[in-house]
Nanobody, 127 residues
Framework: QVQLVESGGGSVQAGGSLRLSCAGSRYTGSTPCIGWFRQAPGKKREAVAAIDSDGTPTYADAVKGRFTISQDNAKKTLYLQMNSLKPDDTAKYYC?????????????????????WGQGTQVTVSS
């Protein structure tokens, strides 16, 4: 069973920064896609950033240049550094894994590609 636990959310003013973390167990030797998604009230869940099975990061257009996704395999932790935050970034942020599947390219930003989800952490950006 894959368990993913997000942390690091909070409230910040526009222009500020936050770093989200996702601690999770992984199958030994597997290289799934891992990513961050978000969902605001009344809106569909959308991709933020992900790392494909070759380790290549991909970003949604809305966050390019502001957010950075990274991973620490030794700590089994996924990170999302969020800079220059905007009120439109307000949402609940989820990390996800595609285990046991692998994925590449455009697949990494499709929520249906992912089989395991954390409970989410709230990010609120005020103007």
């Amino acid at each position: 069973q894959v368990q993913l636990v997000e942390s690091g959310g909070g409230s910040v003013q526009a222009g500020g920064s936050l770093r989200l973390s996702c601690a999770g167990s992984r199958y030994t030797g597997s290289t799934p896609c891992i990513g961050w998604f978000r969902q605001a009230p009344g809106k569909k869940r959308e991709a933020v950033a992900a790392i494909d099975s070759d380790g290549t990061p991909t970003y949604a257009d809305a966050v390019k240049g502001r957010f950075t996704i990274s991973q620490d395999n030794a700590k089994k932790t996924l990170y999302l550094q969020m800079n220059s935050l905007k009120p439109d970034d307000t949402a609940k942020y989820y990390c996800a894994s595609s285990l046991p599947a692998r994925c590449w390219g455009a697949e990494t930003l499709r929520p249906l590609q992912y089989n395991h989800w954390g409970q989410g952490t709230q990010v609120t950006v005020s103007s």
